[in-house]
């Protein structure tokens, strides 16, 4: 507990000495009694997947302790389509575990993320955050272990050309400085994540930049750490809503867009999962990947075609999910493996000391570095509803659990080679594919949705509702239609340009 408090950048965890997950009511107002708070803001997700902020200037003690303990009235008919406008109001409740200091804010304001309630005080059923809420319970009460997941979160930033340096086009994996010209915004937002409570693994450049209209476009990502499923959502949602605000006090445009130009790498958001019980990760036994871990793939296996309509949600999602390129179109898994659509990630279960290899005064550590290991899912993109997507996976990795014949589905879709290579064109032709249109992914889930429903995590008209937004776009053969015309692709982009 000592080493989840210290060092931490999150201002209220170091004055309060305790974790996020422990904060009360009390806390909340000793923090702003004593550090001259003047405001709160709520901030709550709405079905666009962005979140809204309602603001509150503290008048005295008593509204204080009364906006923290009962929340405060929204218009739920103005933030979800599925909530008629003549039974529309809704109940705000802060969750204080989630508190940061606004770090935009023009006076001290202390901001929490807020949980939505019915007119009968009790959680509304199809909110996003619920819905993850009863998929990591149902996870749970299945294989009685819990959900754990985090993000890389990829996305370009736009600024003014410059000619100095020039980047390398589509070689800028971790590039530095000055080839590199963004670096310094990428650690300023890193920084601000972390101070939110943002567990961060780290950051760097990524494959695409490119130059369009006097533009540069320049692919960055941030990756966070796993974390319970429910903080792994919220922690991508105050990222999502930073980088924002950073890149508009830079004067820079930021888009999380799954692809902005044809022949340009596409931005996605994949997904890290990992299995805990009692502390322990259960992904691995005898350093290999466990019978747990296989279950949960099967079951993302089977589940995959529907998993795009929470992942991959307009229709320049399925300009990134193209054959032969970075993102993956097949169903298939395989370690170290980036061809694939879930990818066993270096684990460090070699049997040497790499540090005293590399720092030969060093003396040798034993250190637990079974933690680490995760399964990672790499079709979804920042047009996702991160809260649904995570409800969807934990679904997925639960329906695992509930096949009898999921050690089977994981051994006929593991592959160890590079399927797109003219010798495994054989290999290839026999695994399924990933819908091609927001219509075709909508006809997947509709098909699959008895695993969704399943446990009551998601509700029938909430199925229907994503099934129907997506068929409207309409785009069975949008792909085939606008091949080649640069002009409507850029369109279409810009339509879609602020998605998620």
Not at 102 to 121: H, I, N
Request: charged share 25%; aromatic share 8%; with cysteine.
């Amino acid at each position: 507990m000592k080493k989840e408090i210290e060092m931490s950048p999150n201002r209220i965890v170091a004055f309060l000495g305790k974790p996020h997950s422990e904060f009360t009511r009390e806390d909340i107002v000793k923090f702003i009694r004593e550090n001259d708070v003047e405001m709160v803001n709520f901030m709550y997700p709405a079905a666009d997947g962005r979140l809204k902020t309602l603001n509150f200037v503290i008048n005295d003690l008593d509204y204080l302790e009364a906006i923290l303990t009962c929340g405060e009235r929204v218009d739920g008919s103005s933030l979800f389509p599925f909530i008629e406008a003549g039974s529309s109001d809704l109940y705000v409740i802060p969750r204080y575990r989630t508190a940061f200091l606004d770090p935009f804010a023009e006076r001290p304001t202390l901001t929490m993320l807020c949980s939505f309630f019915d007119k009968d005080g009790r959680p509304l059923e199809s909110a996003p955050e619920q819905t993850l809420r009863k998929a990591c319970r149902a996870f749970t009460d299945v294989t009685g272990m819990t959900f754990e997941a985090m993000g890389e979160l990829e996305f370009y930033v736009i600024g003014d050309s410059d000619e100095t340096f020039p980047a390398t086009d589509q070689r800028g994996y971790h590039e530095s400085a000055p080839y590199a010209k963004y670096g310094d915004f990428r650690t300023r937002c890193m920084a601000y994540i972390a101070q939110a409570g943002g567990r961060i693994k780290y950051g760097h450049s990524e494959v695409g930049n490119f130059t369009l209209d006097g533009k540069i476009y320049e692919q960055n990502e941030i990756e966070f750490l796993p974390v319970p499923a429910e903080e792994a959502a919220d922690q991508l949602m105050v990222a999502k809503w930073i980088i924002r605000n950073l890149a508009h006090q830079y004067g820079l445009d930021v888009t999380f867009a799954p692809k902005i130009t044809t022949g340009k790498a596409g931005s996605g958001l994949h997904i890290h999962m990992r299995i805990m019980k009692d502390g322990r990760n259960m992904m691995l036994s005898d350093g290999r990947i466990s019978d747990t871990a296989r279950r949960a793939i099967a079951g993302m296996m089977e589940l995959a075609p529907a998993i795009t309509a929470f992942g991959n949600t307009n229709p320049t999602s399925y300009f990134r999910l193209v054959p032969h390129q970075e993102a993956p179109t097949n169903i298939c898994w395989g370690d170290r493996n980036r061809s694939v659509l879930v990818r066993v990630p270096l684990g460090w279960s070699a049997a040497t000391d790499m540090s005293a290899a590399a720092n030969p005064l060093e003396k040798p550590v034993v250190r637990d570095t079974t933690q680490k290991q995760t399964v990672e899912i790499r079709s979804a993109d920042g047009s996702a509803d991160v809260y649904l997507l995570l409800a969807a996976l934990a679904v997925a990795c639960r329906h695992g659990f509930e096949l009898a014949d999921a050690l089977d589905i994981a051994e006929r879709t593991y592959v160890n080679v590079n399927i797109h290579k003219d010798e495994n064109r054989d290999r290839l032709a026999a695994l399924s594919s990933l819908p091609d249109s927001c219509v075709s992914s909508a006809d997947c889930l509709t098909r699959q949705r008895e695993a969704f429903e399943r446990h009551g995590v998601f509700s029938p008209a909430m199925i229907d509702d994503i099934a129907c937004r997506l068929r409207a776009f309409d785009d069975l053969t949008l792909r085939r239609d606008i091949e080649g015309d640069n002009e409507a692709m850029l369109a279409l982009v810009r339509r879609h340009f602020h998605c998620g």
